[in-house]
């Protein structure tokens, strides 16, 4: 009878199985690998927090969102310190006592703070913290800068422009411009004259005053422009002078023309041709000019004026015109009669010209050659101030 083999009974023990033997490897590999990606893993996160918190560091502390704001911070005094070394420089500073005097001078230095900088580096540290060693210099230096060293003639510092060499005087020239008070439109370009102007204001017209204010707000000197008789019995205007009047009434009515216009610096004569002949009423009106405190000023409407005799005997200083700027009003006649005027002015020192409020091409003349002429070597003025000086009869 054939034995019929009995399959193997399976052990419950899992250590008897033989599938229980390769797996033990495996596992053990598989442990390994997962825990060096944990690992890795940790490592990361750890730099990644670290450089995070360095990031934020930096930002914080270093001062706005510059990601190297320190580095840059640090850089700006060596920048500063390593210019202002030229020791040209150095010998333009003032104070003696921090700088060897054996130092040839050289030329100046415009800019001041080139020196300020470098002094501070360059002295021991006691010296930076005072700050009196720091102000004595900055105040003395601009009395140092122009440098008292011998220099060659003609010659000028590096770095400071050359002045232009003062022009020689010509001669004074005052400009007076008679009839204002008729029309306030025709004053107004006198008015923008852009250099000293005498304009005499006649009395008794409706623009009087108003045109006395705005001859003063403009900066112009004001005359009183009197009128008086003329030989040609030409009406000379209200509030006039007449050879029927006594010395009294003659101050009577020019007091009341000043004080209409006040306060003036003299006075002028509107036609007057007869009146300035006559020696007491040219009396009159001289003293009080001289009671006022003004200057009077002969118009020369005549050859024969007595004002100059009356003017001696009283001990008084008048002028006289030179030209008349405007007796035909074209520009070309107006610019010959200048050209007198300048010439006059050359050759005596001083020259007084007269036009007036009514002629169109005057101001505009007078205001384009203006600047030219100051150019030129001649000096502007007004009237009382040109008399005052001593005005040549």
């Known amino acids: ?27 053990r ?36 969102n510059a990601p190297y704001p320190l580095p840059e911070a640090a850089p700006p005094p060596e920048r500063i310190a390593a210019p202002p070394a030229p020791a040209p420089e150095q010998p333009e500073q003032p104070p003696p006592a921090n700088r060897p005097a054996a130092q040839p001078p050289a030329a100046a230095a415009p800019p001041a703070a080139a020196p300020e900088q470098t002094a501070p580096r360059k002295a021991p ?28 003639a003609g010659t000028v510092p590096a770095g400071r422009p050359e002045r232009p060499r003062p022009l020689k005087r010509r001669g004074t020239v005052a400009l007076v411009i008679d009839d204002a008070g008729n029309n306030l439109r025709e004053l107004e370009p006198f008015l923008n004259f852009p250099g000293p102007m005498t304009i005499a204001v006649l009395p008794g017209l409706p623009h009087s005053a108003e045109a006395a204010r705005r001859i003063r707000a403009a900066g112009k000197e004001v005359f009183l422009h009197q009128p008086m008789e003329a030989l040609n019995g030409q009406n000379p205007g209200p509030q006039a002078v007449f050879s029927s009047m006594d010395g009294a009434e003659i101050r009577r009515i020019i007091s009341r023309n000043l004080d209409e216009i006040a306060p003036v610096a003299g006075l002028n004569n509107h036609q007057g041709s007869k009146i300035t002949m006559d020696e007491k009423a040219m009396e009159a009106v001289l003293s ?18 007595a004002a100059p005799g009356a003017a001696k005997r009283l001990g008084m200083k008048i002028g006289e015109r030179d030209i008349f700027l405007d007796n035909v009003q074209e520009r070309a006649a107006i610019a010959d009669s200048l050209e007198a005027g300048l010439a006059r002015a050359e050759s005596r020192g001083r020259a007084l010209m007269i036009g007036h409020t009514w002629s169109p091409e005057l101001a505009p003349l007078l205001t384009e050659l203006y600047p030219n002429l100051v150019e030129q ?17």
Do not use: W
């Open 288 to 305: 009080l000019c001289r009671e006022r405190g003004i200057q009077f000023l002969d118009s020369r409407t005549t050859a024969d004026t």
């Open 1 to 27: 009878m054939k034995q019929v083999r009995k399959p193997a009974k399976k052990s419950s023990d899992p250590r008897k199985k033989p599938q229980a033997r390769g797996r033990p490897k495996k596992s």
């Open 125 to 152: 540290p006691p010296v930076r913290q005072s700050p009196p060693a720091n102000s004595a210099p900055a105040a003395e230096r601009p009395a140092v800068q122009p440098p008292a060293a011998p220099r060659p």
């Open 29 to 64: 590999r598989a442990d390994s690998l997962e825990a060096r990606a944990r690992a890795a893993l940790i490592a990361a996160v750890c730099t990644a927090i670290a450089v995070g918190v360095s990031v934020l560091l930096l930002i914080t502390f270093g001062g706005g």
């Open 377 to 393: 070597g001649y000096v502007f003025s007004t009237a009382s101030r040109l008399i005052k000086e001593g005005y040549e009869q």
